[in-house]
């Protein structure tokens, strides 16, 4: 019988595996992420050459050479097919999997969820309780961007945000590498992602500073919403976003 004494939310997703003897050395060359890290789930992404994110990932590492990516529904084929291509004589399988995810909050027992204080459980035990309001209010108060809101192939990983969390900067190459290091180490992104105390936005309204764009809302509840903004703008900024006064809120430190 589903367990329903916790907060949970049913997490749409595409599985594929990789497994076989040369899957960690595949990995390591194709992820964003150090596939040789501690921790057995971790966040990664697919990238270009030119460090335009293909796929947002979640690894984990099930065992020697065998690992689950956690991807969304509609990019299952576009994850499958780049790590086919990209395979060549690499001794591994890349093959979809069936299963089920619940993002569940407040229980310790689950692979760490994409939300703050959130578990993603496979396969079992919990039956979604919360709407899809409330996990997206979840999801914009704490700025974590989801695939065809804030992502896309056009986003660059430190526009969102990723490249803190998806990206190791000490591993070897990997495609995507030169133009994601060299933003890093020797400029900066020109917009990010801000949490906007806003009455009614829209995705897509434009956010005003004074007579200046300065950004446009991604997504958004009744009275909050998420925006990419120049980096410029103030923290606690008064803004305007499609004639509606707003704020901008601090930035996490």
Known sequence: MPIVTHRAAARPRSYVAVRGPDAVDFLQRMLSNDVEQDADVFPALLLTAKGRIVAPLRVWRRGAGDFLLLTEPELEDVV?????????????????????????????????GELPGTVEVLDGGFEATLDDEELERARIETRVPAWGKELDETILPAEAGLDRTHISFT???????????????????????????????????????????????????????????????????????????????????
């Open 80 to 112: 499958r097919s780049t790590l086919m291509r990209a395979r060549f004589a690499a001794k591994c399988e890349v093959e979809r999997e069936e299963h089920t995810s619940v993002l569940v909050f407040g229980v310790a027992d689950g692979l760490p």
């Open 171 to 253: 591993k070897g190459c990997f495609p995507g590498q030169e133009p994601i290091a060299r933003l890093h180490y020797r400029g900066h992104a020109n917009r990010e992602l801000r949490v906007l105390d806003v009455e009614g936005a829209r995705p897509g309204d434009e956010v005003h500073l004074g007579d200046k764009v300065v950004g446009r809302v991604t997504s958004a509840v009744e009275d909050i919403a998420l925006a990419y903004v120049r980096t410029e703008v103030p923290d606690g900024a008064e803004v305007d976003v499609a004639g509606r006064r707003g704020t901008s809120r601090p930035r996490p430190s």
